[in-house]
């Protein structure tokens, strides 16, 4: 079982599709400690890599090419904190990813590419109520599922299912990086937008991934 650029492409599209459906609840989350403006950031950014990915002539021949479309479009397109970080997050991935198939260890290099991605850009650590927050226990568990020999639908559903638990941490905790850090206390009770959001991608990775078996 390997992923290979269609399932690239497929969680590209289905990563559209759910930042979309989920731009109302990404907007609020992101009104009541930052700006609102976190849910339509995504929508748009991730419209305008669906409309590159439609005009090009054929199908990217590496993993990494799709990534690097998503990263370059979503740093042109997505202003605030977001759109520089998704985008170092997705250029990071996508140079772990110059290959046109990837097996479990190429998949946790995949997201561990990402966090170093986030990490690198936003220089923020775990329980500072950010991305990280997601993206960190994904990676842990990535590297656990394939270290017991998952296959890559299931390294990836294991680092969804973390990442959504990463997000739902986060609640309690008080905002020290980013926008909310300026709420103070007053950002505890509330889940990261950005955490979220970084949940939502990797269930698109992890559906595509099924989709494909
Ligand atoms: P802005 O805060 O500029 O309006 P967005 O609303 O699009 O940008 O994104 C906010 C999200 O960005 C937050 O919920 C948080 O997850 C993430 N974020 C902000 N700063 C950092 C950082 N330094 N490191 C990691 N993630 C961050
Ligand atoms: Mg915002």
Redesign the pocket.
């Known amino acids: 079982m390997t992923l290979d650029v269609a399932w690239a492409v497929d969680w590209v599209r289905r990563t559209a599709a759910t930042v979309t459906e989920h731009r109302d609840e990404l907007v609020e989350l ?1 009104r009541l400690i ?2 609102g ?2 849910g339509e ?1 995504l929508a748009r950014g991730f419209a305008a890599v669906l409309s590159k990915l439609d005009a090009l002539e054929e199908p990217p021949a590496q993993i990494g090419d799709v990534l690097r479309l998503v990263a370059t479009t979503l740093m042109s397109t997505v202003g ?3 759109g520089p ?1 998704y985008g170092t997050a997705y250029l990071r991935a996508s140079k772990a990813t110059a290959t046109s198939v990837l097996d479990s260890e190429g998949a946790v290099a995949l997201v561990e590419a990402a966090l170093d991605g ?1 990490v690198t850009r ?3 650590g775990p329980g500072e109520k ?3 927050d997601a993206w960190t226990p994904a990676a842990a568990a990535a590297v656990e599922a394939a270290d017991h020999g998952a296959p890559p639908s299931e390294v990836l559903a294991s680092a969804a299912r973390a990442a959504q638990e990463g997000a739902e941490a986060t609640i309690p905790l008080v905002a020290t ?4 850090s300026y709420l103070g206390e007053r950002s505890a009770g509330h889940l ?4 979220r959001s970084s949940a939502l991608i990797l269930a698109a990775a992890a559906e595509a991934a099924a989709a494909a078996d």
């Open positions: 992101d930052g700006d403006d976190h950031n605030g904190a977001a970080l986030v936003g220089k923020a950010t991305m990280v990086k980013g926008r909310a990261d937008p950005g955490a």
